[in-house]
T-cell receptor, first 118, second 114 residues
Framework: EPEVTQTPSHQVTQMGQEVILRCVPISNHLYFYWYRQILGQKVEFLVSFYNNEISEKSEIFDDQFSVERPDGSNFTLKIRSTKLEDSAMYFC????????????????FGPGTRLTVL | AQSVTQLGSHVSVSEGALVLLRCNYSSSVPPYLFWYVQYPNQGLQLLLKYTTGATLVKGINGFEAEFKKSETSFHLTKPSAHMSDAAEYFCAVSGRSSASKIIFGSGTRLSIRP
């Protein structure tokens, strides 16, 4: 069964460093998302991406964050200068073309990357 | 705007007892509703979803939920709890357009007593 994969599973970095979190969405999906979950808290939406553009972003997704689909398979989240409060589990998700009024558009989640900022 | 409220951050039941996890939603448009489960140190697994049609939806592992529009509720139930059900459960809502973000509740930790 196709699945979303994420690498690395755990990333440790120093405050102020840049990190890139990588995701490989399900191959025929067209919509991509990043969510994060700070330890012990709820899952929060960061950004959605379609047709090489950001569709929507939350207030969390400030200028320190960026997303990219550098090739036909990867979807990345970059944090330019990490802060302590960026420590969280980051989940990637993808969904298929069929959706909206034409049908349900389920998002499939990856296993997450745990980011620890020291 | 959409939001989800889960009543009870921690629920503890005995093995074999009824599980009831409460969720109320707010949405200005007909929503999609979901329950996700998260086991320790793992990702999110979709338990069940309501999109349209029958208001009682059945999911994996014997869970079900009923969409009650008049009460804006989507409570999760399971007739008989099993030790393996111990996990964090998130109720969630999204819009119906393509690329709609999912809004999650704060979660309910379910503990099962032997």
């Amino acid at each position: 069964e196709p699945e979303v994969t994420q690498t690395p599973s755990h990333q440790v970095t120093q405050m102020g460093q840049e990190v890139i979190l990588r995701c490989v969405p399900i191959s025929n999906h067209l919509y991509f998302y990043w969510y994060r979950q700070i330890l012990g808290q709820k899952v929060e939406f960061l950004v959605s991406f379609y047709n090489n553009e950001i569709s929507e972003k939350s207030e969390i997704f400030d200028d320190q964050f960026s997303v990219e689909r550098p090739d036909g398979s990867n979807f990345t989240l970059k944090i330019r200068s990490t802060k302590l409060e960026d420590s969280a589990m980051y989940f990637c998700a993808s969904s298929a073309q069929a959706g909206g009024s034409l049908g349900f558009n389920e998002q499939f989640f990856g296993p997450g990357t745990r980011l620890t900022v020291l | 705007a959409q939001s989800v409220t889960q009543l009870g951050s921690h629920v503890s039941v005995s093995e074999g007892a009824l599980v009831l996890l409460r969720c109320n939603y707010s949405s200005s448009v007909p929503p999609y509703l979901f329950w996700y489960v998260q086991y320790p140190n793992q990702g999110l697994q979709l338990l069940l979803k309501y999109t349209t049609g029958a208001t009682l939806v059945k999911g994996i592992n014997g869970f079900e939920a009923e969409f009650k529009k008049s009460e804006t509720s989507f409570h999760l139930t399971k007739p008989s709890a099993h030790m393996s059900d111990a996990a964090e459960y998130f109720c969630a809502v999204s819009g119906r357009s393509s690329a709609s973000k999912i809004i999650f509740g704060s979660g309910t930790r379910l503990s099962i007593r032997p």
